[in-house]
């Protein structure tokens, strides 16, 4: 795909821009901590960022933004559809103890029942534009139902992109550069929640860890939050924190360190390391037996993991959930090949395949966050290891995209920009908000685009492969 300015630049034309995207990207506070100093605010840069927006075709990114509640409803659906999760979870959790414990945690609150006063899904789906189909189709990487952050930083990074595009001479950056409303949407699903909670003096709790260079993605969302309702309480506390002084009441309120919980929302929790002992635990489980949304829930949670994402890629799963046809075409037209490796023929099957043609696939355990992924000839390496043991449950065989390509310039802290070949993720945010009497909103929420330098297998820019991006529609 051409880029959106006609490249390479003239140096002395690179240097003025990139010097101009830093400080436009200072200015507008699209920052994280640095590495050095992850724990305070005192030193921070801009975020690693792609110096021009990155394009996609306009019908895509519409199509993108209309299927996302649709999406919102099939993970909301799935999440209240125990059974299911139970059934289809159960071989991967064998050999998968993170897994096993969000499911020991479904069970203990499904025995006591459950008393939460509903339903906070912020859902980030992501997708790549599949060079392998002759249409370039957007086809989903996966969906994450816990901790889909990243939007609220990214949304300052729009009017760098349009700032650093009329410098370039092209002035039509409201058409082509979307606005991201993505504070605004997740700040309305908080409030939402919190108002159905009903309890004034109740705090919404974000979860975090002490060591956060990507605070500022949570704190603009807390101003969000804020400037909707500045009566609303918004704290940030630890699992340890929660595990330790959380406390329980006879009528299951949650009350943390003195003040009663309204949401839980978890921007930690989502990895084994995040976990260091049982009391990290104690705390998802005192969140899930009480009255505060949890954000997400352990069933919303689980309905995110891999497995699942390949077990709704099979004929007849999504029409379980969903029943209007049109809702069901536009979900399945952004599948790509997914394959289940469980013991049995199907999964020698999948194993034989994928050991002929190990680049054509991307195996994937039910682990978020970033590095998890194995690729190529190591494919092959771990399927021979494993294929005799219950582990290969816990993997699933996805296709392997190839995205799409353009061209582009990094500008990350030390530096010196170059041309590169770069393939790009865009993530389209929805929200949904329930109590018991069922949906009460339900929205397509904003957007981001992570890109990276072509040939890296892994996309996260938490693992350094990836920088933050913008949508260029053409
Ligand atoms: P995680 O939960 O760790 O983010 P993902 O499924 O998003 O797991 O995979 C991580 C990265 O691996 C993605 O951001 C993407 O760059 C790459 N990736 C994942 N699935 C595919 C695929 N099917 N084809 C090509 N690349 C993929
Ligand atoms: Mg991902």
Known sequence: MNPPIQLPLADSVLSEVVKQSKDCALSHGFCFRTAANPSSSDTVNFAPHSLLPSPIPRKYFDELCEVQQHFN??????????????????NAAVSDDFTSRLLEILETVLKEGIVSAGVLALLRSDYMLDGTTDEMLPKQVEINTIASSLGCVT???????????????KYDVEKSLPDNTHVEEYS???????EVYGTPKAAIFFVVSSKERNIFDQRILEFGIKKENFDILVKRVTLLEIGSNGKLKDDRRLIINGIEAAVVYYRNGYVPSHFTSDIEWDAVLIAERSRAFCCPNVSLHLAGTKKIQQILAKPGVVERFISDADAVKAIRARFAGQYSLDVGP??????????????????????????????????????LEIQNSEERNSYI????????????????PSEAPRLLPM????????????????????????HLVRTKVIGVDEGGVGVGASVLDTPYLF
């Open 73 to 90: 409803l099939l993970f909301y659906r799935i999440s209240l559809d125990y059974d299911f999760i139970r059934e289809m979870l159960k």
């Open 397 to 412: 065989l996805m296709e392997r995209m190839i995205p799409v390509p353009t061209q582009g310039y990094r500008v990350v």
């Open 346 to 383: 199907d999964g020698d099957e999948a194993i034989a395949m994928a050991i002929a043609s190990p680049e054509k696939f991307v195996m994937k355990p039910n682990k978020e966050g970033g590095g998890n992924n194995i690729y190529g000839v190591d494919i092959r390496k771990k399927l």
């Open 188 to 194: 309305k699903a908080f409030v939402k929640a919190w």
């Open 423 to 446: 393939v790009s993720e865009y993530g389209m945010f929805g929200t949904l908000v329930s109590d018991q009497n069922g949906v009460l909103l339900n929205e397509y929420a904003g």
């Open 155 to 169: 949304s300052h990074l729009t009017p760098v992109h349009r700032y650093i595009m009329q410098l370039l001479g």
